[in-house]
């Protein structure tokens, strides 16, 4: 059976959650029979398979690389310089809502997000900041939203958010960013399982925006880059909120 070669907004939604669904159940069965403990542990195991996933649906469904953003950014008009902006202020966007999570979870004394404290820096730095960026973007705006885009397998797909609504055709601009930017959201609603409910609202309302943002820079530029790097700029500066509260408290 071929897969199709694009989907139309809210089917991609759905696909994308079920997808997560199973590697998220795939996980918890590798976990449970091979007796492994820790955060750390489940993480690497679901972003290595959420990244093979990608990988080989991209091959499966054979479009050209570029539909998958795997390519350098690019102005949406063809000029110079708008890639620029559609790289450059999601990375600031991110970064502003990594930090203001964390702020807000600390600040007002959420409980910290379950398995985070057992973890080093290290750990953090490699399964959180760069494992957790890569795979995530791989899958939700590489497969999934380059799934949305139209054309056919043999052009480069770029097609700028203005195009905005659902269409009858598979979605326009506007319609892909919302589906990817919910899904993204939907794929940290588990948090509230195991996690304060306050914590776990905290962290999906901004992993939310955030996917709203990177969902229009993909849009924007044609690329992974800008999420990438809007995606990153969120982690890394959730530190830098913790830190900024715990001065603040005047913490030793």
Do not use: Y
């Not at 069965?29 to 489940?42: C, D, E, F, H, K």
């Amino acid at each position: 059976m071929r897969l199709p070669q694009r989907l139309h907004p809210i089917v991609a939604f759905c696909v994308g959650l079920v997808l997560f669904a199973a590697l998220a159940a795939a996980t918890s069965w590798v976990v449970s029979i091979a007796s492994l403990q820790g955060m750390a542990a489940r993480q690497l195991i679901i972003k290595t398979a959420m990244l093979v996933l990608s990988l080989g649906m991209m091959i499966l469904i054979s479009r050209p690389p570029r539909v998958w953003g795997l390519a350098a950014p690019r102005s949406p008009s063809g000029g110079a310089g708008g890639w620029l902006i559609g790289t450059l202020v999601p990375v600031a966007i991110g970064g502003v809502l990594g930090a203001a999570a964390t702020a807000t979870i600390l600040g007002l004394d959420f409980a910290p997000m379950t398995g985070m404290r057992e973890m080093s820096f290290l750990r953090m730095v490699a399964i959180v900041w760069f494992g957790s960026t890569i795979a995530e973007e791989l899958f939700v705006r590489g497969l999934i939203q380059g799934w949305m885009q139209p054309g056919s397998p043999d052009v480069a797909d770029h097609a700028p958010a203005s195009t905005a609504g659902l269409g009858s055709g598979g979605g326009g601009g506007g319609g892909r960013i919302i589906a990817s930017g919910l899904l993204f959201g939907a794929m940290h609603a588990s948090l509230f399982l195991n996690n304060d409910a306050r914590t776990a609202a905290t962290i999906v309302m901004a992993t939310t925006l955030l996917g709203l943002v990177c969902a229009w820079s993909r849009e924007q530029t044609g690329s992974l880059v800008g999420p990438l790097l809007a995606h990153f700029a969120f982690n890394v500066c959730s530190i830098i909120g913790g830190i900024a509260v715990f001065i603040l408290k005047g913490a030793p």
